[in-house]
């Protein structure tokens, strides 16, 4: 079982920048997992925002693209999520998860990140 818990989130006027963190415990091996941050806005399905592989290899949604960016750091446990120019559509409930061989999957409770003037 791995344990995740986000920080950072909070409301923010468009055109803001918040910065996401996934923490995960230290007993585990955090290098062996890929890492990814979901995001769900009410009334609609959870959707893939970034991603980041164990070898670092980074994918975005476009609607995020040029806009957020995701980093790990294998030594602290963490994965962040870099959000700048924030809009309203941003506003969501926002998820890590950590896979291995993508049959494993561990999910965080989630942030609230909210976009509005």
């Known amino acids: 079982q791995v344990q995740l818990m986000e920080s950072g989130g909070g409301m923010v006027q468009p055109g803001g920048s918040l910065r996401l963190s996934c923490a995960a415990a230290s007993t585990i091996d955090f290098s062996i997992y890929d890492m990814a941050w979901y995001r769900q806005a009410p009334g609609k399905e959870r959707e893939l925002v970034a991603s980041?592989?164990?070898?670092?290899?980074?994918n975005y949604a476009d609607s995020v693209k040029g806009r957020f960016t995701i980093s790990r750091d294998n030594a602290e446990n963490m994965v962040s999520l870099q959000m700048n120019s924030l809009k309203p559509e941003d506003t969501a409930v926002y998820y890590c998860k950590a896979s291995f061989q993508s049959r494993y999957n561990y999910w965080g409770q989630g942030t609230q990140v909210t976009v509005s003037s």
């Open positions: 980041i592989t164990r070898g670092r290899s980074t």
